[in-house]
Nanobody, 125 residues
Framework: QLQIVESGGGVVQPGESLSLSCVVSGFTLDKLHIGWFRQAPGKEREGVSIISDTDYYFHCTDSVKGRFAISRGNAKNTVYLQMNSLKPDDTAVYYC??????????????????WGQGTQVTVSS
């Protein structure tokens, strides 16, 4: 069975930090790219950060550069999103997505991904 489970969301004040975790199971990790995506109320889902099967990584949006970092844990089926200097505009449901696609296509939510259930991140004073 294929499974993707996110955790770590919560409510924080602007400027604070959160770390999200994504655990994938049932997948062959070779050729599997994993990313974080988010969807704010009333907005389309967008790509945030991607990490490849070989741990090449990049951000999908300039708005998180210098603030967010994607990484893989000692357990290679676990991917983290460290979010620093959080802003109210970062408020969204954050989803982990995985796909056996070209890495250059991973930010495109129109490409078929396997999705987790999402975890809520709220940044508010």
């Amino acid at each position: 069975q294929l499974q993707i489970v996110e955790s770590g969301g919560g409510v924080v004040q602007p400027g604070e930090s959160l770390s999200l975790s994504c655990v994938v199971s049932g997948f062959t990790l070779d050729k599997l790219h994993i990313g974080w995506f988010r969807q704010a109320p009333g907005k389309e889902r967008e790509g945030v950060s991607i990490i490849s099967d070989t741990d090449y990584y990049f951000h999908c949006t300039d708005s998180v550069k210098g603030r967010f970092a994607i990484s893989r844990g000692n357990a290679k089926n676990t991917v983290y999103l460290q979010m620093n200097s959080l802003k109210p505009d970062d408020t969204a449901v954050y989803y982990c997505g995985a796909a056996y696609k070209d890495i250059q296509d991973m930010c495109d939510i129109g490409v078929e991904h396997f999705w987790g259930q999402g975890t809520q991140v709220t940044v508010s004073s």
